[in-house]
């Protein structure tokens, strides 16, 4: 189990939920943040910080068509080749280490276009 981060966090991209990751697991993209699931603990701290309700567990997906796009596309943002990137971010240990990477999935880029 691993949290994820929807819709609603597009264009907003707040950061608090930044703020109390213990693990440092939330990238910042361009228009939106992603939890990598690898590196999540599932400790939920992240979810009640989000001012517009944006975070979700992984297993809320089941039967939401939505929540699954974005389930799938935040496992996309680690797994492959981001623009102006030369490979797959993977797991590097923490956010801080990358910093904000600037870039989204195609999934986020067009979404709302």
């Given amino acids: 189990m691993s949290y994820v981060i929807g819709p609603a966090c597009v264009d907003v991209n707040d950061r608090a939920c930044v703020d109390v990751c213990p693990v440092d697991c ?8 992603y939890i990598n699931p690898a590196e999540c ?9 989000c001012p517009v309700d944006a975070i979700f567990v992984d297993r809320a997906a089941r039967g939401d068509e ?21 490979a797959p971010l993977g797991s590097p240990g923490g956010a801080r280490k990358v910093g ?3 870039a989204d999935t195609a999934l986020v880029t067009g979404y709302g276009a």
Avoid: H, M, Q, W
Avoid at 41 to 49: F, N, Q, S, T
């Fill in 26 to 33: 939330i990238y910042v993209g361009d228009r939106k943040s």
């Fill in 41 to 49: 603990i599932d400790c939920g701290a992240c979810e009640p910080e």
């Fill in 66 to 86: 939505t929540r699954t796009l974005f389930l799938d596309d935040a496992r996309a943002f680690f797994a492959e080749v981001l623009p102006g990137r030369e």
């Fill in 100 to 102: 904000d990477l600037n």
